[in-house]
Nanobody, 126 residues
Framework: QVQPVESGGGFSQAGDSLRLSCAVS????????VGWFRQAPEKGREFVAA????????RYADSVKGRFTISRDNAKNTVDLQMNSLKPEDTAIYYC???????????????????WGQGTQVTVSS
């Protein structure tokens, strides 16, 4: 059973940093690509960042490029999202998703992913 669980959300001010973490249960974590998505109130779920199973490929939404960094530790079954220079428009529920994938593949569409976490709230005030 593969189950992503997010943590690390909370309240912050514009310009601050937050680090989200996604812990994925299962013994074959290093065969899964992982993505971060977010959903603001009354908006659809949008892509934020993704990383391939070995970490060799990363992808970012244009809105977070240069501010957010995705990384993974396969020994700990975790994928982190370091968020710097936060903006009020980053306010959303952040979701982690996993998909069994070939090497070097990172995915940007919600439909690509099979397993989703419950989400963690990030609120950025101006």
């Amino acid at each position: 059973q593969v189950q992503p669980v997010e943590s690390g959300g909370g309240f912050s001010q514009a310009g601050d940093s937050l680090r989200l973490s996604c812990a994925v249960s299962g013994r074959t974590f290093n065969t899964y690509a992982v993505g971060w998505f977010r959903q603001a109130p009354e908006k659809g779920r949008e892509f934020v960042a993704a990383i391939s199973r070995g970490g060799g490929t990363t992808r970012y939404a244009d809105s977070v490029k240069g501010r957010f960094t995705i990384s993974r530790d396969n020994a700990k079954n975790t994928v982190d999202l370091q968020m710097n220079s936060l903006k009020p428009e980053d306010t959303a529920i952040y979701y982690c998703a996993a998909k069994r994938a070939p090497a070097y593949s990172a995915y940007m569409r919600t439909d690509d992913y099979d397993y989703w976490g419950q989400g963690t709230q990030v609120t950025v005030s101006s």
